[in-house]
């Protein structure tokens, strides 16, 4: 088998350079002790310790963020570093992939963490009637064994350059073998906070787990407590009087009464996060690929930016690849052209049309204002949007993949397979517009495989050509993480950009100053 390390990566093109050796990232001094409380969005009532359902910040950063453990885990810069896995191994085809594990460490219940833990933690994502959004992730491994307690390896059904990093998916969490039910119900993982309190949709308190393997290096807080605040308004009043020293989507709109105060900073990070209107192709008239042009012709992209975004990120193209990534393509632009909207509808065989378009401001701050501008926009082409405007709590569970057409968000992925896979392959349980496109399925497939950089740069760009042209996602502006804290809290230099508040891992990455 062959080693690959960070040059090997580079030499097959892998990940185009953001991946790094394995092991823990250097921090800065950071202050030991203390309490953080910080104010998010993303809770819903229906939250539970079941990684595969989690779509949000709030139960990200619980989960992942402070109470379980990844077999590997994306830093701050962007590199790839082992979390429960040490160190990993390939063969030259990238097809079978062995993983060292940690050895010393134990869940909140004391139970040695170990390969048996890895097998049966994966095999929760699979079966018939799994929902899990990392199901097309676990379903390419064709065999799980185990060679020691501290060795597993896995054989995939096809080549895959980018698995090391799929195992970092927030989906995929660690799991006690044999009290995984047990593990969900209490929250027993093996992360840096034990769980004290969770209250679903409410609240989330959990203080430093003792001996943790990952030292003093990381997890410098004796307690956290996750406070559940969907409304911005209140998120922001929370900050501002003190009861809360974080909180992750500020209004932008509030942004100068945040900046006059002295105790107060803001922190923006630019990423691949974008916003979204997927709707359902198989569902009509979405299933009509003209009435999907139209649509993205009656869009105007850069209102959207400067009135929803008020500065904070740029136009998109249709496609989910941002310029964080290392294959993404500049492609000519969509532009809001009316005209050309009611050619397509013509073309579709239709003069007008009436369409419902649901948001709520859990899809992302001011998607009720987008999708407003979108109605306005859109009608001088002869479409007619009616926007529903739907409750916050619940939006994840009772609109987004139910509802025709919606407003949504992504935080990106770190590779162009990561992204498409989990929202674009067919089948694909996160497939929010039931996309299913023969050639670009099997690029999909091709692409991954693909060890020559040049080549999987040709794939990928043909991919985001096909989504920008046929696809059934409106991807008008990408969005910079912008989240406010107290002057009381020190985060370093490099906060990572995966996801918000530093890719959830604030409790883990961040001190009192």
Known sequence: MTTMNRRGLLKTGVAA????????????????????????????????WDARTHSDIFMIASCQGAVFDS???????????????????????????????????TFHNGKSFGADD??????????EDSKSAAKPIVEAIAEMNKITDSQVQFVLAAGNADFPYLMSDYHIMMYPA????????????????????????VRMVATRYADHYKGDSAGFFDEIEYIAINDNTARMNALMTGQVDAINRIDFKTEALLNANPNVRIQEVTGNQHYTFPMLTGTPPFNDVNVRKALKYGVNRQELVDKILLGHGQVG????????NPYYLEMEQLEYDPDQARFYMQQAGLDSIDVDLSASSAAFEGAVDAAQLYQ????AAGININVIQEP?????????????????????????????????EAGAPWNDSQWDHPRFQELLLSARAELDSAKRAEQYGEMQMILRDEGGVIIPMFANYVQALSMSIQTPETVGNLWQMDNGRMAERWSRA
């Open 17 to 48: 350079g953001v991946l790094a050796a394995t092991g823990m990232p250097l921090r800065a001094q950071m202050m030991r002790g203390g309490k953080l409380t910080a104010g998010l969005s993303g809770a819903n009532t229906s939250d539970s």
């Open 71 to 105: 077999l590997t885990e994306v830093a701050a810069d962007g590199s790839l570093v082992g979390e429960l896995a040490e160190s990993w191994e390939a063969s030259a085809d990238a097809k079978t992939w062995t993983f060292n594990l940690r050895q010393g460490v």
């Open 118 to 127: 890895v097998i049966e933690s994966l095999q929760m994502h699979v079966g």
């Open 178 to 201: 044999g009290m995984i039910e047990e593990a969900i119900a209490n929250g027993i993982g093996t992360g840096l906070y034990q769980v004290q309190s969770f209250d679903p949709g």
């Open 317 to 324: 193209n249709d496609s989910p690849i941002g310029p964080a």
């Open 376 to 379: 306005a926009s859109a009608a």
């Open 392 to 424: 916050a709590d619940g939006y994840w569970s009772n609109v987004w993949l139910k509802k025709p057409w919606c407003a949504s968000y992504w935080s990106g992925r770190a590779t162009e397979d990561w992204m498409f896979s989990t929202a674009y």
